[in-house]
């Protein structure tokens, strides 16, 4: 392993370089429009495998946007980690609020890279951080430094809930055996603090129709008189909560984890400032449920956010109308004990419960997932513990993220393997937002620390 820095150093520039070929590819998921760059990227994810060493790789179709899947056995008698990613990206939108094109790389210098930094949608979340593991896959390769088997499962599917990941899983569940399953799709608390995600927030996600007239109405003949489902929409909303950010949907809470008074002191160890965190988001204030901080707010307990919501007219100018209907996108993050179909059956009940006799509602549940929470007790965790040690020179601390990876809690359950959660992201990387980038320092230091995971999973899984 001593040889890595030298390699990352010899190979830096065509690393970055490939990195940013593979951000050109518009890879949206949600956007049927683009169901042949979905193919070209996973085709380049393919190649990029058999490049980096693998044995063999292939583009596996599924119902919906196929799965690359790529090995190296090199004795079945040791240890195989299963690397999931996915190529697939969030749409860009909105536009306008970009820099830089989104899906034309730059790299650009920030304050808290001023090393640089890569523009484009993907580039974090996750084909940077999905890339890493191709990259320290070509150097232990290149370098007979491959302490045991590796596979590799890249979906196509995460940012529209992974809807077809477990027919893939079921289906070639045999193939997909493992002793633990290394993924990087979530962050750390900074450059200078390492940390392990030790658990993520489940998610239901649904879309709501309110429907008043048979069309759209003049606003003066008719306002005052017909119900408008925007004002009707947006008053619904505002009872989903109370004057606490307390979510006041019946049952919501029954199943909440509610951690103990001495795990909620240890959380508030990590290192945080209040008005950082207000300055780099550029707010005068934070926002959330009573009696408690931000960070558990963040990561802990449960949310419900409305994501989009449209209706009527918004085009240049004016135009006075009473809209025939009015849409919202709501989703909801959820912790240990919650059961994402139980609470969007809870949604739909009191949302249309909520709803005048003078509009109609209609609520269309889309996707969801389970939480997870991986305890920090198993070979995995310690291997990737003593793994940032190597690289960083201090222990990472174990962290609960407030993002959602739906497959997760499928992968135990299908695969009876425990999930390591090895992000080099930070929270100021946009990701999901216009102007996402990824750091190089960070990109290039996850290369360097995935392969001391291998070598010390390996050497505590003979033990």
Request: charged share 25%.
């Amino acid at each position: 392993m001593d040889s890595i820095k030298s390699y990352l150093e010899e190979h830096k520039d065509r690393f970055v370089d490939e990195l940013k070929e593979l951000l050109k590819i518009p890879s949206i998921s949600a956007d049927a429009n683009y169901k042949d760059d979905m193919l070209k990227a996973a085709e380049a994810v393919k190649q990029s495998l058999l490049d980096a060493g693998c044995d063999t790789a292939e583009v596996a179709p599924t119902p919906g946007h196929p799965v690359v899947y790529a090995e190296k056995i090199i004795n079945k008698d040791l240890p195989t980690v299963l690397v999931y990613g996915h190529y697939d990206v969030q749409p860009p939108d909105p536009l306008d609020l970009w820099n830089s094109p989104p899906f034309e790389p730059v790299v650009q210098k920030t304050d808290i890279h001023p090393e640089g930094a890569i523009f484009a949608r993907g580039a974090c979340d996750d084909k940077g951080q999905m890339y890493m593991h191709v990259k320290a896959m070509e150097y232990m390769t290149k370098n007979d430094e491959l302490p045991c088997n590796v596979k590799f499962m890249i979906e196509g599917e995460e940012e529209v809930g992974s809807e077809h990941l477990d027919w893939f899983i079921k289906e070639n569940k045999e193939k997909l055996q493992n002793d633990v399953i290394l993924i990087s799709d979530t962050g750390m608390i900074s450059k200078d603090t390492p940390s392990i995600t030790t658990g993520l927030r489940g998610l239901s996600y649904v879309e709501v129709e309110v429907t008043g007239a048979n069309r759209d109405l003049h606003s003066g003949l008719y306002g005052g008189a017909v119900a408008n489902p925007l004002n009707v929409l947006s008053e619904m909303i505002s009872k989903l909560t109370d004057d606490n950010n307390h979510i006041s949907i019946p049952g919501f809470y029954d199943n909440v984890e509610n951690l103990s008074d001495e795990e909620r002191s240890k959380m508030a160890e990590a290192p945080f400032s209040i008005e950082e965190y207000k300055e780099k988001l550029d707010i005068r204030d934070v926002h959330g449920e009573e009696g408690y901080s931000t960070l558990e707010r963040g990561s802990i307990r449960p949310t419900l956010d409305v994501n989009g919501m449209w209706g009527g007219y918004i085009g240049e100018g004016a135009k006075t109308v009473l809209p025939s209907k009015a849409y919202a996108k709501i989703s909801m993050r959820l912790v240990p004990n919650q059961d994402h179909k139980e609470i969007t059956e809870l949604f739909t009940k009191h949302f249309e419960s909520l709803a005048p006799d003078s509009v109609r509602v209609k609520v269309k549940p889309h996707h969801g997932g389970y939480p997870y929470v991986t305890p920090i007790d198993t070979i995995g965790y310690q291997a990737a513990s003593a793994a940032y040690e190597e690289t960083f020179g201090k222990t990472p601390i174990p962290q609960r993220s407030g993002g959602s990876i739906p497959i997760v809690s499928l992968f135990e359950k299908e695969l009876d393997s425990k999930i390591i959660l090895m992000g080099f992201g930070l929270d100021t990387d946009a990701i999901h937002s216009p102007n996402e980038h990824f750091g190089i320092w960070n990109y290039l230091k996850g290369i360097e620390t995935i392969p001391w995971f291998y070598k010390h999973f390996t050497e505590t899984s003979k033990k």
